[in-house]
């Protein structure tokens, strides 16, 4: 590199430099913890050290992610077999009551029955897990479940 230019870059050494735009010299070493670690981010190769992975949910926390998920799915699946009945109701000169009226002799109100009952087990289940595998059956079945409505 030209002399006249690298007297013009500034050069740093840390993370800290980098985030403030300093040019940071890549050596023989780093180079190597680079290749070995392709996916690793800036701050490590800069820093040559891998962050520790996180750390892994509790089983409470996972028990409120799947009952989430499972309560998610529920009204996502109701909504696609009956959209809001506001949003019915506003497309169309009908009212809630007469929408409401038609859906229940449409099956909306056994499908809902269906739902709500394969709810309530899958988060009662969930929430007596004792570990995480049987938290992911309890989600995949209750997906499936529903689907088959």
Do not use: C
Not at 120 to 144: E, G, Q, R
């Amino acid at each position: 590199m030209n002399t006249e230019l690298q007297d013009l870059i500034t050069k740093g050494t840390t993370y800290q430099d980098y985030l403030e735009e300093k040019w940071i010299p890549v050596k023989k070493t780093m180079s190597a913890f680079i290749k070995a670690n392709p996916t690793a981010s800036v701050k490590e190769w800069i820093e040559m050290e891998l962050a520790p992975p996180p750390p892994e949910p509790t089983l409470e926390e996972l028990k409120e992610q799947a009952v989430n998920q499972v309560e998610s799915m529920a009204t996502a699946r109701l909504n696609e077999l009956y959209p809001p009945h506001e949003l019915i109701a506003q497309a169309y000169t009908t009212t809630v009551d007469e929408i409401e009226q038609a859906l229940y002799f449409d099956g909306f109100e056994a499908a809902k029955s269906a739902i709500n009952a394969a709810l309530t087990l899958a988060t009662d289940t969930i929430n007596t897990a004792s570990d995480s595998t049987v938290i992911d059956a309890v989600v995949a079945t209750f997906n499936s479940q529903i689907y088959a409505l």
